[in-house]
Nanobody, 124 residues
Framework: QVQLVESGGGLVQAGGSLRLSCAAS????????MGWFRQAPGKEREFVTA???????YYVDSVKGRFTISRDNAKNTVYLQMNSLKPEDTAVYYC??????????????????WGQGTQVTVSS
């Protein structure tokens, strides 16, 4: 069982930056693949990025070069550094966890554990 809590969302102007955090419970965090998803109002949830237990990463093309996922296993925390934010990045951002999953798996239903989400709003 894993519990996830996101934080760090807020309102930022286009071109600005935010750093999201996802704190995980338990002592086996390092064994999980961690992913970030987002959902805008009226739209489907979409995959953003994922990181393996050995810190390999995978990004959707729309955020590649702007977003960086990282993890600190000693702190049981995964981060999403978001730079050069655009209004189309506005969404609720969720972190998710799953053992034995390819970081290229973009299907939300493949993940076992989810956080409550944190709102990111980018103004123009």
């Amino acid at each position: 069982q894993v519990q996830l809590v996101e934080s760090g969302g807020g309102l930022v102007q286009a071109g600005g930056s935010l750093r999201l955090s996802c704190a995980a419970s338990g002592r086996t965090f390092s064994s999980y693949v961690m992913g970030w998803f987002r959902q805008a109002p009226g739209k489907e949830r979409e995959f953003v990025t994922a990181i393996s237990r050995t810190s390999s990463t995978y990004y959707v093309d729309s955020v590649k070069g702007r977003f960086t996922i990282s993890r600190d296993n000693a702190k049981n925390t995964v981060y999403l550094q978001m730079n050069s934010l655009k209004p189309e990045d506005t969404a609720v951002y969720y972190c998710a966890a799953k053992e034995y999953l390819s970081i290229r798996n973009m299907k939300g239903e493949s993940y076992d554990y989810w956080g409550q989400g944190t709102q990111v709003t980018v103004s123009s």
